[in-house]
Structures are given as C-alpha cells and as structure tokens.
C-alpha cells in the first residue's frame, strides 16, 4: 500500500459518500465540498453508508491513486456523523486502516533537531551528565 509519511496530512470525510464514485468524483468531491486542494498530495479518506467500506484519493506527483478497501468482520471504527472533515495523524490514519479503534491512538511529538550535533559535543554532554548523578 502507499503509505502516508508524518509529512502528508490525511483528511477523513465524515459523511458517507455514494461509493459508485469513481477518481473523478471523489476529487470533484474534494474541491466541491471541502475547499481543498486535491492535487496537495494529502489523503482523502471515504466512508460508505455501511461500515465496511472505504476508498483512499490521494495525487502521488505523477497521477491520481485510488485505493478501495473493504475489510471483513466488524467494519472499520468511524467517528460520529458530522459534517465537514477530520484530520487524522499517520498514526491514527494506519489503525483506522487495518480496523483498529484509531481514537485510542496517541503519538509523541518530536522536536525536530536544528542542527546536528558532532560526536565531540554529544561525548561531552554525556560526560558531563554522568558527573551529575
């Protein structure tokens, strides 16, 4: 599968939407009735009106990719009808993915670093915080 990276947003469209759509009308969905860009790149997530069901529209830089999925047992865990969009993180996005309670799913933030740090410095700020304790 084309798997989203923490760098991608994936949005998940509350209501269901006619699963006789195909790419086009996915995307038309998209720019209709969410103002955005279905060509950013990001993963646009569909639910149909039963809960086993879900198409993926995402555009990959070359082309449109369209991945439908219907998983067995007992369906995916959709939120509450509503409308508008949900933003999911990558996280969440692969638990809702394999039908997994994906609003139970917390990540860790990460500070991304600013620069890295040389050997010399990081052998002596272990030094030094081996000293302390």
């Given at each position: 599968?084309?798997?989203?990276?923490?760098?991608?947003?994936?949005?998940l469209a509350m209501q269901p939407v006619d699963f006789r759509k195909g790419i086009d009308g996915l995307v038309n969905y998209v720019?209709?009735?969410?103002?955005?860009?279905?060509f950013s790149g990001a993963?646009?997530?569909?639910?149909?009106?039963?809960?086993?069901?879900?198409k993926i529209v995402m555009w990959d830089g070359t082309g449109l990719v369209l991945i439908y999925k219907r998983i067995e047992g007992k369906g995916?865990?959709?939120p509450n009808l509503e409308d508008g969009t949900l933003s999911l993180t990558k996280a969440q996005f692969e638990a809702l993915f394999e039908g997994?309670?994906?609003?139970?799913?917390?990540?860790?933030?990460y500070l991304r670093p600013h620069k890295p740090q040389s050997h010399s410095t990081q052998s002596r700020q272990n030094s030094d915080q081996a000293h302390e304790h």
């Open positions: 599968m084309i798997a989203p990276s923490s760098s991608f947003k994936i949005f720019a209709e009735n969410f103002d955005l860009d279905p993963f646009f997530v569909f639910r149909s009106k039963g809960r086993d069901k879900m995916f865990y959709w997994i309670d994906w609003r139970n799913v917390t990540t860790s933030r």
